[in-house]
């Protein structure tokens, strides 16, 4: 972790990156069927608003990530009347073949060349991808458990050994937490407890250190980009532990010392579900103090400097889809966050109502389409 984490950032040499060659729906969101080629470079998606634009950077993200890119249930991503979704995309350099399958009442599932693969999850690290859109902006905007999320998937979506111990995790204080309601109207022995408070203690002290390692390096790599997008003031990050947890041995001593307020609480006060990010610029909590321009611009900064940790750990530029935020940027946000694009990104999928939003460094090598009551064709 400390070794991949701590790469020397260089120049795209080294591995091809990872490209989406065709993208295929069969009724997804409004799609009843879509077969759209994309092209290594930009990709430009412009329409009015309302025009389900969204949907076709989110089909790309639910392949990336293996989750729909508004939270939702899967089963309100399936077209009205049809009993099931289906996503895939062919992948270069190796015309790799990856789908996932949303059935109502049924749990996704995840292929690869068309073989059935044991766990969604198992589709994470084939198709890296960044998404930055204006839901975002709750990253900063909103409470602790918004910037945990974004911690746990990017850490998820790098790294297989954080997934091991976020999924082991979050099995194991869902237990642990239905022990504690138990409690309330009968004795429990402290021996029910104690195999999943040190399964809480091993994993919740591992994802802790890989939290914060991975932190130092974003902040190392987001404060030039933040720099770049006209800021103009210092980024700063750090983990905020909220309880004395320090390790494994600590955190399963906190456990057992607290059960019984946890008893009277309903829920488990020590574990890395309840840290934070801390983002502040200019030395001021961007959360209470940040003006939405401050806010946006970290944000900004922040999935810039993913992209770049991402591309240091797979050896090539992720896949770059931006949803509808150009036209909240001002003018020097907006060329810099161009500039940024054009630099960085070996692939990018941008929606906008206009083309023209994209700027003229986008636009001259992009391919463009246009969407229109759900119909995509070429502008």
């Not at 070794?3 to 120049?11: A, D, M, R």
């Not at 060349?113 to 859109?133: F, T, Y």
């Not at 974003?218 to 320090?246: F, K, S, W």
């Not at 946890?262 to 103090?289: C, E, Y």
Request: proline residues 4%; glycine residues 8%; negative net charge.
């Amino acid at each position: 972790m400390n070794q991949e984490l701590s790469k020397e950032n260089g120049e795209n040499s080294g591995p091809s990156p990872i490209l989406a060659r065709t993208l295929r729906l069969r009724h997804f969101r409004n799609y009843g069927e879509l077969d759209l080629d994309l092209t290594p470079g930009f990709t430009i998606v412009a329409g009015p608003n309302a025009q389900r634009k969204t949907n076709l950077l989110e089909a790309l993200y639910l392949l990336a990530t293996t989750r729909l890119l508004r939270g939702q249930r899967d089963a309100e991503a399936i077209e009205d009347n049809q009993a099931e979704a289906t996503v895939s995309a062919e992948l270069d350099p190796f015309g790799t073949k990856i789908g996932i399958r949303l059935e109502r009442g049924v749990r996704k599932r995840a292929s690869l060349n068309e073989m059935n693969l044991p766990r969604a999850s198992d589709l994470l690290g084939r198709l890296p991808c960044i998404c930055i859109s204006t839901a975002d902006m709750e990253i900063v905007r909103s409470d602790p458990s918004a910037r945990r999320l974004f911690l746990d998937l990017e850490l998820s979506a790098l790294y297989p050994a954080y997934l091991r111990h976020f999924s082991d995790y979050k099995r194991a204080l869902e237990q642990r937490n239905s022990l504690l309601r138990a409690a309330r109207e009968q004795v429990i022995p402290a021996e029910v407890f104690e195999p999943w408070e040190d399964t809480l203690a091993t994993h919740g002290s591992a994802m802790r250190a890989m939290r914060e390692t991975y932190i130092r390096e974003l902040a190392a790599t987001a404060m030039p980009r933040h720099a770049e997008l006209g800021g103009g003031e210092l980024l700063a990050l750090d983990y905020e532990v909220r309880d004395t947890g320090d390790d494994a041995i600590t955190t399963l001593a906190a456990l057992a010392n607290g059960r019984a307020g946890d008893v009277a609480r309903g829920g488990t006060s020590v574990g890395p579900h309840r840290d934070d990010l801390a983002i502040s610029v200019g030395s001021r909590d961007a959360r209470t103090f940040g003006s939405q321009g401050q806010q946006r611009t970290a944000v900004l900064a922040l999935k810039f400097g993913s992209m770049a940790i991402a591309q240091r750990v797979h050896g090539a530029p992720p896949l770059l889809l931006l949803d509808d935020i150009l036209s909240d940027l001002d003018v020097m946000r907006r060329t810099a966050l161009t500039e940024l694009v054009v630099h960085h990104a070996a692939q990018a999928v941008l929606t906008c109502t206009e083309a023209s939003a994209a700027g003229h460094a986008i636009l001259d090598q992009a391919q463009v389409f246009s969407v229109c009551a759900g119909q995509v064709r070429p502008a």
